[in-house]
């Protein structure tokens, strides 16, 4: 065996039926004996100490950890010692309940890599679901601020059913406004009508006014919006269609100014006092 040059060169087959030579042998690192590359494996030369390499290792079912057979030892004491020092049933819902995402019909399981936190619901979803439209989003939480609008607001909100709340956080805040706006237009617009029904009351009062001014000549007549007070009758009358109707013509015209409660800063649009304060405040 081997050669003049090198004597211990290759080694014969430990398999009794192939005493093959092999100048590359293997060496089992279970029985150390030495094997051609045909019978390196343990199933091949039945090596009878392959069942040390054993690895067994046994779920708990009550904190789904994995405990280890040692070998040689008896299985259940093994499991005992577990049981008395190792073994936390809190740490079983941690293992097993997993997080997924929260829209219907969506399994996707949430990990570090494939969810996003919404900035207007706060809640994580997948990457599939992470815009608002996608995951229904509610839109952002109302603010607990005590100027008047968010009273306004909530009046608006109030009869919406829950399909206007799935909206998006867009349209959300457009409703909003558009509410806001009408309701301020809404009560200038009363203001200015009843304006309108006292100067007309008035007219209405002295033209049907039968008094007649006495022979002294004292001041009978008295008019309703300034106290001034006349003669006649028709005196009366001159001076409210003049003074009162023209003012009332006049002042439907004018500009109205809305005053923010924050910083008492003026708006001639409500719309831009509604995001002046949604803005600034």
């Known amino acids: 065996m081997g050669t003049p040059e090198f004597p ?11 005493r093959q030579i092999d100048f590359l042998p293997f060496t089992c690192d279970r029985c150390n004996q030495v094997f ?12 009878p100490n392959a069942n040390q390499n054993d690895v067994t290792v046994l779920i708990c079912p009550l904190c789904a950890k994995g405990v280890r057979l040692v070998l040689g030892e008896d299985p ?6 577990h049981v008395n020092t190792d073994c936390d049933p809190s740490n079983y819902q941690r293992v097993t309940k997993k997080r997924r995402c929260p829209v219907p019909g969506c399994k996707e399981v949430l990990s570090l890599s494939n969810s996003v936190r919404c900035r207007d619901c706060t ?12 995951h229904k989003c509610p839109g952002p939480r109302k ?39 009408s309701n301020i237009r809404a009560s200038a ?5 009843k304006v309108n029904n006292a100067t007309t009351q008035a007219l209405q009062k002295a033209k049907g006014g039968t008094a ?50 924050k910083c008492s800063k003026g708006f001639r649009d409500p719309v831009a006092l509604v995001e002046h ?5």
């Not at 009273?151 to 457009?174: A, H, P």
């Open 36 to 47: 051609c590359l045909q019978h390196r494996g343990y199933f091949n030369h039945q090596c």
């Open 76 to 81: 259940n004491i093994t499991w005992d010692l």
């Open 143 to 181: 603010p607990d601020s005590g100027f008047s609008f968010v009273g306004m607001f909530n009046k608006s909100q109030k009869g919406k059913s829950l399909q206007d709340r799935s909206s998006n956080s867009s349209s959300w805040w457009g409703s909003s406004l558009m509410n806001a706006v």
């Open 8 to 18: 211990h060169l290759g080694k014969h087959c430990s398999v009794g039926d192939c």
């Open 123 to 134: 809640e994580e979803h997948c990457l599939k679901h992470r815009f608002g439209p996608d």
């Open 277 to 281: 304060v949604e803005r600034d405040h």
């Open 212 to 261: 007649e001014s006495s022979s002294s000549g004292e001041l009978v007549e008295q008019c309703v919006q300034c106290r001034a007070r006349f003669s006649t009758v028709s005196a009366l009358i001159e001076h409210a269609e003049r003074s009162h109707q023209q003012s009332s013509r006049a002042g439907g015209k004018r500009v109205t100014i809305d005053v923010c409660p």
């Open 189 to 193: 617009g009363s203001g200015m009508m």
